[in-house]
Structure formats: structure tokens, C-alpha cells
């Protein structure tokens, strides 16, 4: 394979550009040409393709979002859209395709992979909700993200002897939600994979107040809840005053970790050289600190699981 492209598709993350930068750059190093499709499967179907060297993708490691810009694709998901994407990627003479977005995305390179056009799929999105892939690319740096959030919420629930509950993102997942709550020292984590039992989590709320512990923080998965709505509830149950954050955003954004940056660049050298094979219909993934790749509608079809084991040691350890 002689010519591939590269998008991004879906919610933004932090570490996509050192994903786009490491397929560029393995593409130009092995002698192909590379191709950078804007605003994912909309910018493919109407032919946002511009040709991209190793200048292309210089100075922006270091930067969140995505260079190429990113967008949700109704029409792609037409079997009319596919069609005109197919044809412009024939007209540009792009035989394979490097897709990084998370889920969704994925189910578009799968409908493209199985149209004749090889596609990899590269797991980037901050919500680390992929199941073939132990991470995704702009988790790290979003857990740090609410760290630092965390860690100035806590100097003024500490001054004013409050409890405030935190919502963080990760869609219907709440692996944010638990490595945020762990590593953040929360009084508690409710996620939507464990059902909420607020009078238990009051009930330490009031204990650890009884134990000289006169603030809190709850970290609230977006998938279980609502901050504003348990915030009411968790004041007149415990008698404390109760406030809400909402972190919303501020997760999406940042300069990527080291962690994020090599796992991308990691992934992205992956993917080009299962492309330079003719292979397609693959997604990258790190299993044991290992990156591999499993067939799309495999990876799409695996149960999701949440890591049981940080969540219950935050209980342990936050008592
Ligand atoms: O999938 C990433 C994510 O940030 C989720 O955590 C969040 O729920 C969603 O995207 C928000 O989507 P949008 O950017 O379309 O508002």
C-alpha cells in the first residue's frame, strides 16, 4: 500500500495529534504518502483531503484537540455518504484508511473496511471505554486534568468544611470516575456501573465527620448522575453544606502527557504498518503494555468491564 489517509472522528482527546503526527511520519519513513482528511467522515465525504508531509505535523505534540479537526457524521452513516466517501477516496487514489475516535468511529472504519478500503481504527477518546484496549489515547491526561481540579476543590470544601461532588465525564463509563476518585483521595465514587447507594455513602460522609473529617469530595461519573441533583439530596441527609461541579470540558483539553504521547505514537506507527501490509479492519489496542490489534467487529462485539479492583481499594482506602 502506497497511499493512505488519516481522520479524526467523534469527541476530541488529548494526545490525538502525537497520533496523527506518529502515522504521518512512520508513513513518510516507510515511503508512503499520507493524506489528512478534515472533520472526520462529513470533511471525507466532501473531500477535505489535503496532502501531508513530516513539516505537516511539526510542533504539535504538545497540543490537545486534533489538527484535522473532528465531527460527528449523520450522513455518513448513509449508505448514499458511503458511497460519495468511497468515491472521493478513489479519486484521490487513497487505498487504506487510518480512523482515531472512539466507538463510533469505529463502526464507520468497520463499514468502510468492509467496502474494500482497508481501515484501522485507533482508540482515541478520553472516556477509556473501548474494551479490547486496556487505555485509550487522552484518558491519562484527563485523569490528571481532574486531579488538578481536585486538588483546588479541595482547598476551599477544606476552608469552608463542605462537601462537594464532582462530575466528571466518560460517557456511560466511569473509569475517569474511579482512577480520579483513588487517586484524588474522594470520600467517594459513584459510577454507573455500581448501583448508587446514597444512604450508605451519606452514612460515611457522617462517620468521617464524626472522625474529624470535615469535608468531602465525590466524584460523580457523568453516566450515574447529575451533581446539581445529588447535591440537594447528600446536604439534607447529612446536615453539611453541600456544593456541585461540574468539570465538563476542561477534559477534553490540555497538553497531553508523556503517557498519552508515547501510547499514540506508539499506536499510530502500529496502524501504518498493518496498512503497509494490505491489512485492514483492525483496531489498535495495549494490552500488558503491549500494542496489538484486534479485528473491528470483534473489538466492537468484547463486554465492556470496569477495573473492580481500583474501585473497591478507593473504598478501603477512604474510610
Ligand atoms: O466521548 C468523549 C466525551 O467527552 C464524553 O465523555 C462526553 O459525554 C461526550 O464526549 C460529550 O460529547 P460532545 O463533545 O458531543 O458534547
Redesign the pocket.
Known amino acids: 500500500m502506497k497511499k493512505i489517509g488519516v481522520l479524526t472522528s467523534?469527541?476530541?482527546?488529548p494526545g490525538m495529534n502525537a497520533a496523527i503526527r506518529a502515522v504521518v511520519r512512520t508513513a513518510v519513513y516507510k515511503g508512503m504518502q499520507v493524506y489528512g482528511i478534515r472533520r472526520g467522515f462529513n470533511g471525507l465525504i466532501n473531500g477535505e483531503i489535503d496532502y501531508m508531509d513530516v513539516k505537516s505535523v511539526g510542533e504539535i505534540l504538545h497540543r490537545g484537540g486534533t489538527i484535522l479537526n473532528t465531527a460527528?457524521s449523520e450522513q455518513f452513516k448513509t449508505e448514499e455518504g458511503m458511497k460519495k466517501a468511497i468515491n472521493v477516496l478513489k479519486v484521490f487514489g487513497i487505498e487504506g484508511l487510518v480512523v482515531i475516535g472512539?466507538d463510533g468511529s469505529f463502526r464507520g472504519a468497520y463499514d468502510l473496511s468492509q467496502r474494500g478500503i482497508p481501515t484501522v481504527g485507533i482508540p482515541g477518546?478520553?472516556?477509556n471505554?473501548i474494551p479490547c484496549t486496556e487505555l485509550t489515547i487522552g484518558f491519562d491526561t484527563a485523569v490528571n486534568t481532574v486531579l488538578e481540579a481536585i486538588s483546588k476543590i479541595r482547598d476551599t470544601v477544606a476552608s469552608h468544611e463542605r462537601t462537594n461532588i464532582i462530575e466528571v465525564?466518560?460517557?456511560h463509563?466511569g473509569d475517569?470516575a474511579i482512577y480520579t476518585g483513588l487517586a484524588g483521595g474522594a470520600e467517594g465514587i459513584i459510577i454507573p456501573e455500581m448501583p448508587l447507594d446514597i444512604d450508605n455513602l451519606c452514612k460515611r460522609i457522617i462517620q468521617g465527620r464524626h472522625r474529624g473529617k470535615t469535608s468531602s469530595i465525590i466524584i460523580l461519573a457523568?453516566?450515574a448522575g447529575k451533581a446539581v441533583e445529588l447535591e440537594r439530596i447528600i446536604e439534607e441527609k447529612t446536615g453539611m453544606e453541600t456544593r456541585a461541579t461540574v468539570l465538563g470540558?476542561i477534559?477534553?483539553g490540555g497538553c497531553p502527557t508523556a503517557a498519552d504521547i508515547i501510547l499514540a505514537s506508539r499506536m499510530g506507527y502500529h496502524a501504518v504498518e498493518l496498512l503497509e501490509k494490505n491489512i485492514g479492519n483492525r483496531v489498535v489496542c495495549i494490552r500488558g503494555n503491549k500494542i496489538m490489534d484486534e479485528d473491528i467487529k470483534e473489538a466492537l462485539s468484547m463486554p465492556r468491564t470496569f477495573n473492580k479492583e481500583l474501585y473497591d481499594l478507593a473504598q478501603v482506602l477512604s474510610i
Do not use: N, S, V
Open positions: 467523534g469527541g476530541d482527546a460527528r472512539g477518546t478520553i472516556d471505554d465525564m466518560g460517557r463509563a475517569i457523568e453516566g470540558y477534559q477534553r
